[in-house]
C-alpha cells in the first residue's frame, strides 16, 4: 500500500493500480460538532413549539394556524455539477420536521440522502448526505395552501469520484460545511395530511482534479408527504 501527503492536511491512500483513495481531513472535519450542536438546538426548538401550551392568550393568530409539530418523508432528485467534470444526477430521500414560532415563521430540521449508483460510468457510486435546520418563512398561508422560503444551515458528507488531469481515478470523501436555499408550496389534502413540493439551490463541496477541494453547486427538487402532529384549527 502506498501513501501520498501531497499538501495541507490532506491525506491520499493508493493502491498502485491507477486509482487511489482520498479522505478529506480538512479543519472542518475537526470542528465537525458544530453543526450538529445547531441540530439539536433546533430539534429542542421543535420540540418546545409542540408542547407549549395553547390556550395562552397571544392577540389574533391568523386563520388556518395554529403552533404544531409536522413531520415526514419524501423523494428527492438532486442535480449536482461535480469540479472538474460536470452534472450527474441522483435520486434519494428526504426526512424533515417542522414547527411554528407564529403564523408567518417556522423552524425546520431536514436530513437528506441521494446517490448515483455508477457515477460518470466508473461503475463506482456518489452519494450526498445533508444534515441542515434552520428558519422557514410563510408570506401566504391559508387554510388549505400555504407558500413559503427557507435558508438552511449544516453539513454535507459527500462520496464519489473524481479524475486526475493525467487520467488516474480518484475516490473519496469529503464532510464540511453546506447551506441551502429555496422556496416550496404545501397543499393540505386532509386535516392531517398535506404534500410539499419544493425547489433548493444546495452549496456542498468536493474535491477537483487537483485534489482540492472546492465548493459544489446543486440543485433538488423534492416532494414530501408530511403528518401533522397535532390540532391546526
Same mark, same amino acid.
Given at each position: 500500500?502506498?501513501?501520498? &501527503?501531497?499538501?495541507?492536511?490532506?491525506?491520499?491512500?493508493?493502491?498502485?493500480?491507477?486509482? #487511489?483513495?482520498?479522505?478529506?481531513?480538512?479543519?472542518?472535519?475537526?470542528?465537525?460538532?458544530?453543526?450538529?450542536?445547531?441540530?439539536?438546538?433546533?430539534?429542542?426548538?421543535?420540540?418546545?413549539?409542540?408542547?407549549?401550551?395553547?390556550?395562552?392568550? &397571544?392577540?389574533?393568530?391568523?386563520?388556518?394556524?395554529?403552533?404544531?409539530?409536522?413531520?415526514? *418523508?419524501?423523494?428527492? #432528485?438532486?442535480?449536482?455539477?461535480?469540479?472538474? &467534470?460536470?452534472?450527474?444526477?441522483?435520486?434519494?430521500?428526504?426526512?424533515?420536521?417542522?414547527?411554528?414560532?407564529?403564523?408567518?415563521?417556522?423552524?425546520?430540521?431536514?436530513?437528506?440522502?441521494?446517490?448515483?449508483?455508477?457515477?460518470? &460510468?466508473?461503475?463506482? =457510486?456518489?452519494? *450526498?448526505?445533508?444534515?441542515?435546520?434552520?428558519?422557514?418563512? #410563510?408570506?401566504?398561508?391559508?387554510?388549505?395552501?400555504?407558500?413559503?422560503?427557507?435558508?438552511?444551515?449544516?453539513?454535507?458528507?459527500?462520496?464519489?469520484?473524481?479524475?486526475?488531469?493525467?487520467?488516474?481515478?480518484?475516490?473519496?470523501?469529503?464532510?464540511?460545511?453546506?447551506?441551502?436555499?429555496?422556496?416550496?408550496?404545501?397543499? =393540505?389534502?386532509?386535516?392531517?395530511?398535506?404534500?410539499?413540493?419544493?425547489?433548493?439551490?444546495?452549496?456542498?463541496?468536493?474535491?477537483?482534479?487537483?485534489?482540492?477541494?472546492?465548493?459544489?453547486?446543486?440543485?433538488?427538487?423534492?416532494?414530501?408527504?408530511?403528518?401533522?402532529?397535532?390540532?391546526?384549527?
Amino acid at each position: 500500500m502506498i501513501y501520498f &501527503q501531497p499538501s495541507g492536511d490532506r491525506f491520499l491512500d493508493g493502491d498502485g493500480k491507477g486509482s #487511489y483513495e482520498c479522505v478529506a481531513w480538512t479543519r472542518e472535519a475537526r470542528s465537525g460538532r458544530r453543526p450538529m450542536r445547531t441540530m439539536l438546538k433546533l430539534w429542542l426548538l421543535l420540540v418546545t413549539l409542540g408542547l407549549a401550551p395553547q390556550g395562552r392568550a &397571544q392577540g389574533p393568530v391568523l386563520a388556518g394556524v395554529a403552533p404544531v409539530l409536522e413531520g415526514g *418523508i419524501g423523494f428527492s #432528485y438532486v442535480k449536482s455539477d461535480v469540479p472538474s &467534470q460536470g452534472n450527474m444526477a441522483m435520486n434519494g430521500v428526504l426526512v424533515s420536521g417542522r414547527g411554528d414560532v407564529n403564523a408567518y415563521l417556522g423552524a425546520k430540521l431536514e436530513v437528506g440522502y441521494s446517490r448515483s449508483f455508477d457515477a460518470f &460510468q466508473t461503475g463506482r =457510486r456518489a452519494d *450526498i448526505l445533508t444534515y441542515m435546520g434552520g428558519p422557514v418563512f #410563510y408570506p401566504v398561508r391559508r387554510r388549505k395552501f400555504s407558500i413559503y422560503a427557507q435558508v438552511l444551515l449544516g453539513g454535507a458528507r459527500e462520496t464519489g469520484v473524481n479524475f486526475e488531469s493525467n487520467g488516474t481515478l480518484v475516490r473519496g470523501f469529503v464532510n464540511r460545511f453546506a447551506w441551502a436555499g429555496g422556496a416550496g408550496f404545501q397543499y =393540505r389534502i386532509s386535516p392531517a395530511l398535506s404534500l410539499w413540493p419544493e425547489l433548493e439551490y444546495l452549496r456542498t463541496s468536493f474535491f477537483n482534479a487537483n485534489v482540492a477541494t472546492q465548493g459544489q453547486p446543486n440543485l433538488r427538487t423534492s416532494l414530501s408527504l408530511m403528518y401533522t402532529f397535532g390540532r391546526r384549527e
